[in-house]
């Protein structure tokens, strides 16, 4: 049977912040490995690869003793060869199975770019959607321990401008088990972005397998005065700078992309409708990225709505330091949204 017959849809904007079901919380990383154990489970043609899947961390919590489950044979360790392994992985896809590939970080992605990017993503459009390539590459973002230029990255506005690729990336730990079940599912390729400053947040998780569908956006909080679309970590830098905005007066709604392939347009627009402004909070730099692509997108089709220019917060562009005192200076948060929410709402 198909994959969709064995998933629950529970697509309801703010499902996943039930605040009556506290019975059942897992944290990000402990829902992204119930998804993982669940599919593993379901399907005999899914398993894992990547450095580091079967230490005793478990690649942040996310893959712990999958592999004492499930055996070497579906969950294991790969060499330091991205490329190759890439490959190995759209071939076995192309041929039937469903692999989800673990890279450390997006920065090593670079070494396979010619596997995504001029195979996984095309093949199904070369052969007329008669072969599909079913993949998962998973990779975790974020800052932290002086990680700097090479291992700190946020390369996910390369990936959002490949036709054929779906690009997913969760704020919540509802979301991170519901897409990545529906990740695994699809028949495209998925790069499914996790900024490290997640895998401590909890939320509730329900227990069965079920799926978010791609490119569906959720509304975390209703407002009036400015529209906030925020990306992976920085929903979070949102909801708490709303929060300090509230006291001073300003209703701020916020729009959790939740994916960027496809990019739920119509609640973004539906939000400008009722607001007339927008910012957009990325966690990557601000220059031909993903806040770019999104406004580009709201002042073609919604510029009629907006009552002032559009605010982007993000990275400036520079390379990513490493010292902690550069850190600060160079990664946005509560401040940059709410003073740029005071700059556009008079």
Do not use: C
């Amino acid at each position: 049977m198909p994959w969709t017959k064995f998933l629950i849809d529970k697509t309801e904007p703010g499902f996943d912040e039930h605040a009556d079901q506290e019975d059942r919380k897992l944290t990000f990383s402990e829902a992204m490995r119930e998804g993982l154990d669940q599919s593993l489970a379901r399907d005999e043609n899914v398993y894992v690869m990547g450095q580091g899947v079967d230490d005793p961390s478990g690649m942040f919590g996310i893959t712990v003793d999958l592999h004492k489950q499930y055996g070497s044979e579906r969950v294991f360790d790969t060499p330091l060869s991205e490329n190759g392994l890439t490959g190995i992985a759209v071939g076995s896809a192309i041929a039937g199975m469903r692999p989800v590939y673990l890279h450390n970080r997006p920065d090593f992605l670079m070494l396979a770019m010619d596997q995504i990017i001029n195979h996984a993503a095309k093949w199904s459009y070369m052969f007329g959607g008669q072969s599909t390539v079913p993949l998962v590459i998973m990779a975790v973002i974020g800052r932290g321990w002086g990680s700097a230029a090479q291992h700190s990255q946020s390369l996910h506005g390369l990936f959002m401008h490949i036709p054929g690729l779906r690009l997913v990336m969760p704020s919540t730990a509802y979301d991170a088990k519901g897409l990545l079940t529906a990740s695994i599912a699809d028949n495209n390729p998925v790069i499914f972005i996790m900024h490290r400053w997640l895998f401590k947040h909890s939320s509730f998780v329900p227990e069965e397998l079920y799926s978010i569908p791609l490119g569906k956006g959720v509304v975390r909080r209703k407002g009036k005065d400015v529209t906030i679309v925020a990306i992976s970590y920085m929903v979070i830098e949102a909801m708490r700078a709303a929060e300090e905005l509230e006291k001073d007066g300003y209703d701020v709604e916020i729009i959790d992309s939740r994916t960027l392939l496809p990019l739920d347009e119509e609640i973004i627009l539906d939000s400008i409708k009722k607001t007339g402004r927008l910012i957009v909070a990325d966690t990557d730099w601000v220059t031909a990225g993903a806040s770019a692509e999104i406004s580009a997108m709201v002042a073609d089709k919604g510029f009629e709505y907006l009552k002032m220019p559009i605010k982007r917060v993000g990275w400036p562009n520079s390379h990513v330091p490493g010292s902690y005192v550069l850190e600060e200076a160079f990664y946005p948060g509560v401040d940059d949204i709410v003073s740029s929410v005071k700059e556009i709402v008079k």
